[in-house]
């Protein structure tokens, strides 16, 4: 009760599925909003207590330290095959991938299509920054084409090193029936619609009905040589014309994917 | 339970199901692959779940996650989709998981061919994959015997936390033989609830995570000193083997394992009326290795000979645990090429005739 006696009441703080932590992300990298959107979808649909993430290799290796629910950390690129393990076991659980570019869509692409394939009932969260991070800013499958890394000093050559891979356009091009979608952080009204993104992914999961990824496209300002501002101005001009928003495949509704014969 | 006739890898599959076991998430390959397929018809039967991976290294990921959650879990593969699953041993080793792994062991290295070897035991015996870490190591020399040591491999898994594997040859894995599968099985001893899985917290425990990353080195230390703490007491109190033969001075004490020690005892008892005093040590654990047996055997030998499917891995571990004291001969095969009794029983009249030449540590 406030002190004041008057009928105040908190409108904002730490969701439950979040731990309060001092971050180790890089000012101005959107993982933290992006964890914080997974948490308070968790609490929202009261699936906290039945959620198991799986924290990957990149920057989000230690997702486990604020993610408020029980947590593997899991090898390059194979969340999505640990996560099979748990929900093949425990269908009961909630269970959640997440997972950067390098780690979903370089090492452990096998993993990810697979597990799509499959119509696994887990939940990918793919965070594409356009670069690994963690390892200090070398090309990822999706640096954009002329983008400056450590590994393209000149920057990526479409014709030595393929151009870059859409995640999303790619996973729906299954037939297996699935939630997958893209979205964005770099501005408020993206959150807002982003956070509904996962929200539908994560009710697709408790209603059985599908798997579902939700690539979101994040800053990494450290690495991209840029001030935090720039970095989410970057995003809009450089990243949402390659990596268009929206909802790609829907089970019994949208569904960009080419129709098979 | 009356006897039944079964190949090997089908009793592996049995036993596995006996034993609680809901789960199997595996890759083709010969030649194992009786055990995936008799897995995906008798688990949805008993209500578990079958998957067959898009490779070995998603399987073993995903025995890596099912046993995270606390449950029962197996695979099985032939040697180089073993070789595949190490970097999923070692965070399993890493993360203090329970896993059961059957290796059907065929030749090498590379792709080498489908017939049995026994030339994973370094692979199986001093690690695999990266980092300091042992895996428990069971070697059957029946189907039968298959059978007991898979239910034992689960027990043993869930007590020390940690994989531990059935090494089989091709031998093994595809000959028929009668089996039979206790009723009243008991566990080898009380086994500890899991309280570390991750089972959704509520907030009845502490927060589950099961994890390998210690980036603070003092940490990652005090963590290896755990598991070599495990690796002690695995060694003061799982050690397996078998001794077949003369209890009194030897002329040669055979040491072998598998379907090798089968081959040796046909050997031994086809050269009874030579008159030569044999023996033969069979390691069951082949990790942790039966030293002291070993060396107690070794102190009544006047020489001791090897036998096994590969260039001389075991050899080494024999070596070391003999420290010299007796000269060691070797016989073996690799490829694939099998050991008959009669190449054992000669083998054995030479050591003792003074005419084979003792192999020394080269390095």
Redesign the interface.
Known sequence: MPASGCDAKAVFGLPEALDARVTHYCPGCTHGVIHRLVAEVLDELGL?????G??PVGCA??A?DYF????????HG?AP??????????PD??VFTYQGDGDLASIGM??I??AAN?GEKITVVFVNNAIYGMTAGQMAPTTLPRQVTTTTPDGRDPDLCGHPIRVAELVSALRTPAFVARGAVHVPGEIVRTKDLLRRAFRHQSEKTCFSLIEILSTCPTNWGLPPDEALRWVQQNMVPYYPLGVFKEPGGIDRAPKPL | MAKKLMKGCEAIGEAAIRAGC??F?GYPITPQNEIPEYMSHRLPQVGG?F?Q???E???S???????????R?FTSSSSPGISLMQ??MS?IAA?ELPVVVVNIMRSGPGLGGILPTQSDYAQATKGGGHGDYRVLSLAPWSVQEAADLVADAFDLADFYRTPVYVLGDGLIGQMMEPVEFPEDRKPLRPLPPKTWA??????DRP???????FLDPIKCEQQNAKLQARYAQMRAEEVRSAYYGDEGDLDVLVVAYGTVARVTLTAMEDMKATGLKVGMLRPITVWPFPRDALAEAAERAKAILVAELSCGQMLEDVWLSTASMRPVHFLGHQGGVLLAPEEVSAAIRDVAAGRSAEVRYAG
């Open positions: 906290r207590k039945s959620a198991v799986m924290a290796v230690l486990y408020a629910c029980d947590m593997v950390q899991c090898s194979r095959a640990v996560a099979t393990g748990i929900k093949r076991g425990r659980l909630t096998a993993e299509i697979h499959r | 809901k789960l998430f779940a998957v991976a898009e490779s290294l998603a399987a990921n995903m025995i890596y996650g099912a046993a995270a959650c606390g449950e879990v970097e999923a965070y993360s991750t089972t959704g917290w509520r907030g927060r589950a995570v099961v994890n390998s990353l």
